[in-house]
């Protein structure tokens, strides 16, 4: 075997390697979302449009949970959950991100156009 | 002894075949205690018998060893019928569906180390399509294929490289 590396050898390592990168491009190009769904107790509350800023609170098994819309982005802006996860997870924006106040059974839900299940409900 | 009921009599080939698929299973088992930084993320040592047996045996012993190796090792495992070895078993489907077309590549140019990329690339698209749509129908899997496709390219390129060298009769150890 005279050439450990053919010309094919390096145009597919070149051609793949463009593929991985183009994964990396695409995979990380967001859809924003368009609405948040907001569940008490595992019962939709409310479906609120991203495009209106306004503050709701809605009531869990702890206590009122505060919510902030503000320019196409949603937050949990107060729980009374202990550790704050839920809070400290921030503006969310995109397309299938999730916030949930575990003990005061408080979550929202940027859902996808065509979303049917998560990996905990298959 | 037992008196084999059977006058089938294993041919070169197929003691050819028995000898890759013990190769390749003995590889899949050590790699399986492999600590792992990602799920998925492996070095795939394995597919380097596959590529032996195509390149010395053709693509239908290729696609003997490898669905023996992955069936063998499972039941080695403890992993048969389980979501890690459909998993497996849908790669190997993948890698050598690609491998079976990248095989009449024009030889010169192309060597193993492409053959190994394509085959990457094949398990990997068919162990993503079987995980999302089976495991994971969410967009969660979308932000581990980049680094997925990463870690396969680079295994591809090192595994390719190393079958080039157990064929290379320059590098063949000398008894």
């Known amino acids: 075997m005279k050439h450990p590396l053919g010309l094919g050898d390096v145009l597919c390592i070149l051609l793949f390697g463009a593929v991985v990168l183009g994964l990396f491009n695409w995979s990380w190009q967001h859809v924003p979302a368009q609405e948040a769904i907001v569940r008490v107790g595992g019962k939709i509350e409310h479906r609120l449009s991203l495009r209106l800023n306004q503050t709701v609170t809605v009531n869990g098994a702890l206590g009122p949970t505060e919510i902030e819309i503000r320019h196409g982005q949603i937050r949990i802006s107060r729980d009374p959950s202990p550790r704050q996860y839920c809070v400290q997870q921030g503006w969310l924006h995109r397309a299938g991100q999730t916030a949930i106040c575990l003990p005061n059974q408080v979550s929202i839900e940027l859902p996808t156009a065509t979303h049917s299940h998560d990996s905990l409900s298959f | ?175």
């Open chain 2, 1 to 175: 002894m037992t008196v084999s009921v059977s006058n089938l009599a294993p041919s070169q080939q197929d003691q050819y075949i028995a000898r890759l698929a013990c190769l390749g299973i003995v590889l899949s088992v050590v790699e399986a205690y492999f600590p792992s930084p990602l799920p998925g993320v492996k070095p795939g040592l394995a597919n380097l018998v596959t590529l032996l047996a195509l390149e010395k045996l053709g693509w239908r012993a290729a696609v003997a060893v490898n669905l023996i190796r992955v069936i063998a090792s499972a039941l080695w495992l403890g992993s048969l019928f389980t979501p890690g070895f459909f998993l497996a078993l849908s790669g190997a489907c993948g890698s050598l569906l690609l491998l079976g077309i990248a095989q009449y590549l024009p030889k010169p140019w192309f060597g193993l180390i492409s053959l190994s990329l394509f085959s990457a690339a094949g398990h990997l698209a068919a162990q993503c399509l079987l995980a999302w749509l089976w495991l994971l129908p969410s967009q969660g899997l979308l932000y581990f294929l980049p680094f997925l496709a990463l870690s396969a390219w680079c295994t591809a390129i090192i595994n390719g490289w190393l079958c080039q060298r157990f064929l290379d009769p320059h590098h063949a150890p000398t008894s």
